[in-house]
C-alpha cells in the first residue's frame, strides 16, 4: 500500500503569482472606491465643482486689478495657476478617505484578510488620481470658458497636463503619509488650514515680483509656483517676470519637486502602513 505524498502547492509564493495577486486586490480596491462615488454624488461634485468657484471668482472679482508683469491677459496667467492648485487641493480628500477607513476600523479588517498589503495604497492613489483626472478636465473646460487658450503644441499641452498629474501624484503621497500619522479626520483641518498660505505664497494668484523680497524668494521656491511656472511655459501663457534660475528653468523645477516629494514621502508613507500592523 503506497502512501499519497501531498505537496503544498508552491505556485501561490511564486513572484509572479504574488504579482498577478497583489494587481487583482489593486483592482478590487479601486473598484471600491469607485463605488463610494455612486453613493456620495454630492461630496464629489462639490470637490470638483469647488475649484472651479474659485477660478470663476478670481478671474472676475480680482482679475480686473491685476496686472501682469511684461503685459498679457490675466486670466491666461490666472487659469494655469488653478490648475497647478487644483492638484495641491486634493491633498485634502486623501487624507480624509484614509483617515475616515483607519477609525471605523475597515483598514483593520483589509489588513485582516488574505489580500495583498499593498493593494490598500495603489487602490486609494488610484481612485484619486482619477478623480484628479476628471477635475483637471473640468477646470480646464471652466477655463476654456472664461477665455484662456493655450498657445503652444498639442504635444507641450500633454507635457503641461503631465507635469500638473505628476504634482498630484506626488501631494497624493504627501496626504497619504500625514493621514497614517494623524489618524483621525479631524486632524485633516490643520493641515487645511495649511494649505492656504502655502497656496498664496506661490505665484498662482500674483508674480513673486509684487511680494516683499522674503516673501518673494519664498514664492519662487514654492512647489506650487514651479508647476505652474512650468504650465504657463508649456502653455505659452503669460508668467511671472524676473530673470532667476527658478524662472529660466521653470519645466525642470515643475519635474524635480514632485520627484523630490515622492521619494522623500512615498517611502514614508509605506513604511508607516507596514508598522499599523505590527
Known amino acids: 500500500m503506497t502512501t499519497a505524498t501531498q505537496h503544498p502547492d508552491t505556485r501561490r509564493h511564486t513572484p509572479g503569482s504574488r504579482t498577478g495577486r497583489a494587481v487583482i486586490d489593486g483592482i478590487t480596491m479601486t473598484r471600491r472606491g469607485l463605488a463610494h462615488w455612486g453613493r456620495n454624488p454630492g461630496q464629489l461634485v462639490v470637490g470638483l465643482l469647488f ?10 472679482f480680482l482679475g480686473g486689478g491685476m496686472e501682469v508683469a511684461g503685459g498679457g491677459d490675466y486670466k491666461e ?34 489588513r485582516s484578510m488574505p489580500i495583498a498589503p499593498s493593494a490598500i495604497l495603489v487602490g486609494r492613489s488610484t481612485v484619486d488620481m482619477l478623480n484628479s483626472i476628471v477635475g483637471l478636465l473640468i477646470m480646464v473646460g471652466a477655463g476654456l470658458a472664461i477665455g484662456w487658450r493655450w498657445h503652444g503644441t498639442l504635444a507641450a499641452a500633454f507635457g503641461a497636463v503631465g507635469l500638473l498629474l505628476l504634482l498630484r501624484f506626488a501631494m497624493l503621497w504627501v496626504g497619504l503619509y500625514l493621514a497614517l500619522v494623524a489618524g483621525k479626520p479631524e486632524m485633516v483641518q490643520a493641515v487645511q488650514i495649511l494649505v492656504w498660505p502655502v497656496a498664496f ?28 511656472g512650468g504650465v504657463r511655459e508649456l502653455f505659452e501663457n503669460p508668467s511671472w517676470g524676473g530673470d532667476s534660475w527658478v524662472v529660466d528653468n521653470a519645466v525642470l523645477m515643475a519635474v524635480a519637486w ?21
Open 51 to 60: 475649484p472651479v468657484m474659485m477660478l470663476v471668482m478670481f478671474a472676475y
Open 77 to 110: 496667467f490666472l487659469v494655469p495657476g488653478m490648475f497647478a492648485l487644483s492638484m495641491a487641493f486634493g491633498l485634502e480628500g486623501t487624507m480624509v478617505a484614509l483617515t475616515q477607513d483607519i477609525n471605523k476600523g475597515v483598514l483593520d479588517r483589509f
Open 201 to 228: 505664497m506661490s505665484s498662482v494668484f500674483v508674480s513673486p515680483d509684487t511680494m516683499p523680497t522674503w516673501l518673494g524668494a519664498i514664492a519662487e521656491w514654492n512647489p506650487m509656483s514651479a508647476t505652474a
Open 258 to 278: 514632485p520627484l523630490l516629494l515622492l521619494l522623500i514621502f512615498a517611502p514614508l508613507a509605506v513604511r508607516r502602513f507596514k508598522a499599523l500592523s505590527k
